[in-house]
């Protein structure tokens, strides 16, 4: 079955307890994505990666880093967390697209993850 | 600047009957995908249906058509015979390629849909 899973699915921690949040994809998709959904702002980008060992910053990328060793795994890391980083996050992947409109080239979500920050 | 503004917060509808979600976006690219996405309450986002910026025809999928109108930069929702399993979260969202060929979603703030029975 073609999925984006994460985890934890949900997890409480403490003001500057480094953590991971794992993201995985089975589609052999080249892009991947980190999004955090706040409530009346929507869901945001935080970093995006176009293949393996390319990756970019998005709209909030600020107190997060990435990696992308693996075509299959993007895990998103919060190194000194902060309660403003509570939040929604989501992982998404999608293969490239040229731009030209055409297609239903739609990103695959993950489940969410939801992260407290105590 | 705001690249999708969905400006109703929440709206309602009778089941059985037809809504219109309203999405508009802001671009100067020529070259661009619009997507609607439901967020159920228990969290998920699931994809309803796609319109590529040189796509002539509006797309539909089942009880889903999406009401594209370029001149205007709108891509408004419809959602027929509603039911009450479409009380949900719904976001509008534009893929954006840029310089580097990066395919990044932009999205709306949200609509949130009761259905009432």
């Known amino acids: 079955e073609a999925q984006v899973t994460q985890n934890p699915r949900y997890l409480i921690t403490v003001t500057g307890k480094k953590l991971t949040v794992t993201c995985s994809q089975n589609?052999?998709?080249?892009?991947m994505s980190w999004y955090r959904q706040d409530p009346g702002l929507g869901l945001r980008q935080i970093y995006y990666?176009?293949?393996?060992?390319?990756?970019d910053k998005g709209d909030v990328p600020e107190g997060y880093k990435v990696s992308r060793k693996e075509k299959r795994n993007f895990p998103l890391i919060l190194e000194s967390p902060s309660p403003n980083q509570t939040s929604l996050y989501f992982c998404?992947?999608?293969?490239?697209?040229?731009?030209f409109g055409g297609g239903t080239d739609t990103q695959y979500f993950g489940p969410g993850t939801r992260l407290t920050v105590l | 600047a705001q690249k999708i503004t969905q400006t109703q917060p929440g709206m309602f509808v009778q089941e059985k009957e037809a809504v219109t979600l309203d999405c508009t976006y802001d671009?100067?690219?020529?070259?661009?995908?619009l997507f609607w996405y439901k967020q159920p309450s228990s969290g998920e986002m699931i994809f309803l249906i796609y319109?590529?910026?040189?796509?002539?025809q509006n797309a539909t999928e089942g009880r889903y058509s999406l009401n594209f109108q370029k001149a205007r930069k709108s891509a408004n929702l419809v959602i027929s015979a509603s039911q009450l399993g479409d009380s949900a979260m719904y976001f509008c969202?534009?893929?954006?390629?840029?310089?580097?060929?990066?395919?990044?979603?932009?999205f709306g703030t949200g609509t949130r849909l009761t259905v009432i029975p």
């Open positions: 319109q590529g910026s040189y796509d002539e």
């Open positions: 990666s176009m293949n393996v060992e390319v990756t």
């Open positions: 589609m052999n998709h080249e892009y």
């Open positions: 671009t100067s690219d020529q070259s661009y995908g």
């Open positions: 969202a534009m893929r954006d390629v840029d310089q580097t060929g990066a395919n990044n979603l932009f």
């Open positions: 998404a992947s999608s293969l490239i697209s040229l731009g």
